[in-house]
């Protein structure tokens, strides 16, 4: 076995030649037995790689090629598309264009959640693990099975559930009366439309923001919303929300939220009215709103839609189907709001059984007192 530790080193390296290519590296293994089960495996994954290359009748796929080719065919039409052009120049950048698909391995995915991790946000805190999760390893580990599914590439083995952060529960944060007035006197007018819309119906922000008019349907009194998986779901239209969509007709042909230019920009014009734009709803709500309202985010209108209607209803299946879960389950963290219900409902028992309006006596000993007392007048 080709495997050595140099002096000073903590482990074992390996390094062997196959079919005219050479493979170096190191184990990660501190003893001998170990580094040598390593090297061995490297072996047959190196001969796989060699066997494909010879197979295909060309070199395997660049990172570099594969980033490009996803960016064409998915990237560039996706919803997200700011932060997929955002994650896949950082990987490039990280990985590097010229390595192979198939040299990405586990001990690469864990350098680049490393690297990833110890970036700061605007240069103050460090980058949270459902950021790192959704920037690095889920763009990457969907170049990779595109490339081994959709192109036949062959594609290094990845471990991806190891690579994965733990992220802590979703916090459920509903605004308050106070709250809400400081929103939307902070956010600027031509905002509240849309956000009062997600503080009602609870949609996420690029469902705000790609609504139509030609999902407004007024004559069944319902909105159709394209949420997750690009699926087409409707959602009652209550009088209120009538009455906040009617006036917005007629800003533009299309889109049902817009906003009003402030000043000339590339070919917009001040005072005309424009879509408003998934980047543009992200930067002013965290501009404006984020720092009068502590940690308050776009996505907390969801939980604040879903709070208030449940604690009007105590049904959990209208929020299931006004938020469009597709398994209770996620509704249910929601249900913490049912508590005070549930308190009074046990105060109203607790009031009601006479054996426990006296505090300072137990059941038994009242029922006894109780039976004396019957006795006595009889």
Not at 13 to 25: M, N, P, S
Not at 103 to 125: F, H, Q, T
Not at 133 to 162: H, Y
Request: aromatic residues 8%.
């Amino acid at each position: 076995m080709s495997t050595y530790r140099p002096a000073g080193r903590p482990f074992y390296l390996y390094d062997f030649q196959l079919r005219g290519h050479r493979f170096h590296g190191s184990t990660g293994c501190a003893n001998k037995r170990d580094a040598d089960l390593f090297e061995k495996d490297r072996r047959e994954e190196a001969l796989a790689k060699i066997k494909a290359a010879t197979r295909l009748g060309r070199e395997p796929m660049t990172f570099g090629v594969a980033s490009s080719r996803y960016w064409q065919e998915v990237g560039q039409h996706a919803k997200s598309v700011a932060d997929i052009e955002w994650s896949l120049a950082w990987l490039q950048r990280e990985i590097g264009m010229t390595t192979k698909l198939v040299d990405i391995d586990n001990l690469l995915v864990s350098r680049l959640v490393a690297s990833r991790r110890g970036e700061k946000v605007r240069g103050k805190e460090l980058v949270k693990p459902s950021t790192v999760n959704r920037t690095v390893t889920e763009p990457l580990r969907r170049i990779m099975r595109r490339a081994r599914d959709v192109w036949q590439e062959p594609v290094g083995q990845v471990d991806w559930k190891r690579h994965l952060l733990k992220e802590p529960q979703e916090r459920v944060r509903e605004l308050r009366p106070d709250e809400e007035a400081k929103m939307f006197e902070v956010l600027r007018e031509d905002y509240h439309p849309i956000v009062r819309f997600a503080v009602m119906t609870g949609c996420r922000l690029n469902e705000c923001v790609t609504l139509r008019w030609r999902d407004v349907d007024w004559g069944s009194r319902q909105v159709w919303i394209l949420g997750k998986g690009d699926k087409h779901a409707p959602i009652p239209m209550p009088p209120a929300l009538r009455e906040l969509l009617w006036p917005l007709q007629g800003h533009d042909p299309e889109f049902v939220f817009t906003y009003v230019a402030e000043r000339a920009r590339d070919s917009r014009l001040k005072g005309q009215r424009y879509p408003i734009t998934y980047e543009g709803l992200k930067s002013a709500f965290r501009r404006d709103v984020k720092g009068a309202i502590d940690g308050y985010r776009f996505h907390d209108n969801r939980h604040t839609a879903a709070t208030r209607v449940l604690r009007k209803s105590g049904n959990l299946k209208i929020v299931q189907k006004m938020l469009r879960h597709a398994d209770i389950s996620t509704t249910t963290k929601y249900a913490h709001v049912l508590d005070d219900d549930i308190r009074d409902a046990m105060e109203a028992a607790a009031v009601a059984a006479p054996a426990t309006k006296s505090p300072d006596q137990i059941p038994d000993q009242a029922k006894t007192k109780t039976r004396k007392r019957l006795k006595a007048k009889g």
